[in-house]
């Protein structure tokens, strides 16, 4: 569904603001031809705006730049690996029972969290819409974020996501931050409560992470540090290597490994 378009008949992508307004118009020709809703592309696109506070944090993640202890410094590792212990022994029976389903064990997925929103205590305030539609529009990754927000365009359309959803400056919701096409991919419902909840749901958002992970070929019982078998999973999730390599670290940790 929304597979996106090619790339011969793609909106014009610009790198400021003075081309949106003329992309929002193409793009809504095109994702109603595409087979999206022509209420839905109303609804959507009349929502969003250029949004700056999104292309300065595309233009500005130096800490991924950084040595692993500047790192963990910056981003509060170990205060991660602290919290992260309280969290695996308050949420014992949610983190067994995602282990059982999925084969990932708690602590990487406890890193994962703390590292992306302090354990949901931050999701972002950036427009969810406006931020990956700017995406879409700008040069640099417009391909990779047309299909973002084709994936949007799918959630919006089954209810999963509201036009008024706030979250990071990339366009990431809930409190593993996944990105709208990890949402369709990989979204459970952790608590069985009959729908998926990224962002009000902590067992929703940890055992889609886990799914995510087996997805990108988390192997059951194997290890996750740099070299071994499951690496490539967390790898998966974040391209730079210092994060990577922090998440293994507090995971492993916290897993008393």
């Given at each position: 569904?929304?597979?996106?378009?090619?790339?011969?008949?793609?909106?014009?992508?610009?790198?400021?603001?003075?081309?949106?307004?003329?992309?929002?118009?193409?793009?809504?020709?095109?994702?109603?031809?595409?087979?999206?809703?022509?209420?839905?592309?109303?609804?959507?696109?009349?929502?969003?705006?250029?949004?700056?506070?999104?292309?300065?944090?595309?233009?500005?993640?130096?800490?991924?730049?950084?040595?692993?202890?500047?790192?963990?410094?910056?981003?509060?590792?170990?205060?991660?690996?602290?919290?992260?212990?309280?969290?695996?022994?308050?949420?014992?029976?949610?983190?067994?029972?995602?282990?059982?389903?999925?084969?990932?064990?708690?602590?990487?997925?406890?890193?994962?969290?703390?590292?992306?929103?302090?354990?949901?205590?931050?999701?972002?305030?950036?427009?969810?819409?406006?931020?990956?539609?700017?995406?879409?529009?700008?040069?640099?990754?417009?391909?990779?974020?047309?299909?973002?927000?084709?994936?949007?365009?799918?959630?919006?359309?089954?209810?999963?996501?509201?036009?008024?959803?706030?979250?990071?400056?990339?366009?990431?919701?809930?409190?593993?931050?996944?990105?709208?096409?990890?949402?369709?991919?990989?979204?459970?419902?952790?608590?069985?409560?009959?729908?998926?909840?990224?962002?009000?749901?902590?067992?929703?958002?940890?055992?889609?992470?886990a799914n995510f992970l087996r997805?990108?070929?988390?192997?059951?019982?194997?290890?996750?540090?740099?070299?071994?078998?499951?690496?490539?999973?967390?790898?998966?999730?974040?391209?730079?290597?210092?994060?990577?390599?922090?998440?293994?670290?507090?995971?492993?940790?916290?897993?008393?490994?």
């Open positions: 569904m929304f597979a996106g378009i090619g790339a011969a008949n793609a909106a014009t992508c610009g790198n400021n603001s003075s081309g949106f307004d003329r992309w929002v118009g193409q793009f809504s020709q095109e994702a109603v031809a595409n087979g999206v809703s022509q209420s839905v592309v109303n609804k959507v696109m009349s929502s969003v705006r250029y949004n700056r506070p999104t292309i300065s944090a595309d233009r500005g993640q130096h800490s991924f730049k950084l040595s692993f202890d500047q790192f963990m410094a910056k981003r509060g590792g170990t205060t991660i690996i602290s919290r992260g212990k309280s969290m695996k022994r308050g949420n014992a029976a949610l983190f067994k029972s995602i282990e059982a389903r999925y084969g990932v064990p708690a602590g990487p997925l406890i890193a994962i969290w703390g590292m992306e929103t302090g354990f949901g205590s931050y999701m972002g305030n950036q427009p969810t819409l406006s931020a990956v539609a700017t995406l879409a529009y700008d040069c640099r990754r417009s391909d990779y974020f047309t299909d973002q927000f084709y994936a949007a365009l799918q959630l919006v359309s089954s209810g999963s996501l509201s036009i008024n959803a706030r979250g990071a400056a990339h366009g990431e919701v809930g409190q593993t931050q996944f990105l709208p096409r990890n949402v369709v991919r990989f979204g459970v419902d952790g608590d069985r409560n009959g729908r998926v909840d990224l962002v009000g749901s902590r067992a929703d958002a940890l055992a889609s992470t997805g990108h070929g988390w192997q059951p019982g194997a290890g996750y540090q740099p070299g071994q078998p499951n690496f490539a999973a967390i790898a998966g999730w974040n391209a730079a290597t210092v994060y990577q390599k922090a998440i293994a670290y507090i995971g492993a940790q916290i897993d008393g490994q």
